[in-house]
């Protein structure tokens, strides 16, 4: 693969960082805590797992899971990935009908804990959170920290570009390769890591138009053909009706958010110059666009902005300390990427 799709620079907002750092020097300086956004019944034929987990990744949990709990591992659920080398908390559900919660005192497995456990009529699916809740420690702090001072007071008002994060890529852009080899027909992956390369073809296909975007000044500036979507929801809806100074209004507000492609076959819902411009990127990668085709993908909406919530910062020492809140599907590391370099 060309040495431009393995490892992009995807443009920056504010410009290059001037500051350097380390992250993940240890596993808790990396916390993550999901936030369901819902009550549990307590009832109901899923078991529900609250588990800590330290250097460890989110599917081998899973299989540690099934198998102490004598279940297939199609029928333990989990919201999404969460990052190996780090402390991070997570549900976990297990389908268990007819069957008494099991004494859990006997699950000894390096790297996980059990903090909660309660039941709930469903099962616990891919994206079914509100969001996580981040405490991130960033080391060695060198250079101009004044100025990264002055960038978290922007992001917490203006957020920052909603890039999909390196880890949707795997190692050096590993999962681009895969995809590409995928579409060519060169392999037959089975059907979960089809999903993982299909996932980030399509990321990265958003990432460059939102990369283009930033380069034109656009990404918080309206433009003919845009689509919105409002903040806290999939909901989305074409500019047209509303005049600039309206949607320039909302968008300072935080109510509404400029969007960008997840890559489908069929029409696109965007016009005009955004259109156009979409449709230029696209062109540059045509093995991309024939196998999400060919496999069938709608198209979908993403916002191209997102604003941490809850945002608070400490510098100590050489250490930089941030707590924030992101939606999910988010990442915490298109915080830290506006940050410093790492």
Same mark, same amino acid.
Request: charged letters at 25%; proline letters at 4%; one cysteine or more.
């Given at each position: ?46 078991? $529900? ?10 599917? $081998? ?11 297939q591992a199609r029928h333990v659920g989990y919201a999404g990935l969460k990052d190996r080398h780090a ?20 699950? /000894? ?10 039941? /709930? /009529? ?76 299909? @996932? ?18 656009? $990404? ?64 540059? /990668? ?32 050489? @250490? ?23």
């Amino acid at each position: 693969m060309n040495t431009c799709l393995r490892a992009p620079q995807w443009a920056f907002d504010c410009g290059t960082p001037a500051t350097k750092g380390v992250i993940r020097r240890q596993p808790d300086d990396f916390e993550v805590t999901e936030q369901l956004g819902y009550e549990l019944s307590g009832m109901g034929e899923h078991l $529900w797992l609250l588990v800590e987990k330290r250097n460890q990744n989110t599917g $081998w949990v899973a299989e540690q899971l099934a198998r102490y709990l004598g279940v297939q591992a199609r029928h333990v659920g989990y919201a999404g990935l969460k990052d190996r080398h780090a402390l991070t908390r997570q549900w976990f559900s297990a389908h268990l009908p007819g069957r008494d919660d099991p004494d859990l005192s006997g699950l /000894h497995v390096d790297g996980i804990a059990i903090l909660e456990q309660t039941r /709930h /009529h469903r099962k616990l699916r891919t994206g079914g959170l509100e969001g996580n809740r981040f405490r991130i420690v960033v080391r060695e702090l060198n250079g101009d920290t004044a100025g990264t001072e002055t960038r978290l007071q922007t992001i917490a008002v203006s957020g920052v570009p909603n890039y999909f994060g390196e880890q949707r890529f795997g190692r050096d852009g590993g999962n681009l390769d895969k995809a590409l080899a995928m579409f060519r027909g060169d392999s037959r992956p089975r059907r979960s890591l089809q999903g993982i390369y299909l @996932s980030a073809a399509r990321s990265f296909l958003f990432n460059e138009v939102l990369s283009r975007r930033i380069e034109a000044d656009t $990404w918080l500036r309206p433009t003919a053909g845009d689509v919105m979507m409002l903040d806290g929801s999939h909901s989305v809806f074409k500019t047209k009706d509303e005049s600039i100074d309206e949607l320039m209004a909302r968008l300072h507000a935080g109510d509404v958010h400029i969007t960008g492609p997840l890559f489908g076959k069929g029409q696109s819902m965007v016009e005009d110059e955004v259109l156009e411009l979409e449709t230029t990127v696209f062109a540059r /990668h045509p093995e991309f666009i024939a196998g999400l085709e060919a496999a069938g993908l709608k198209p979908e909406r993403r916002a191209l902005r997102v604003i941490p919530g809850e945002l608070q910062w400490q510098f100590e020492d050489d @250490s930089l300390i941030l707590n924030f809140t992101l939606p999910a599907g988010s990442y915490a590391t298109a915080v830290l990427r506006e940050l410093v370099l790492y």
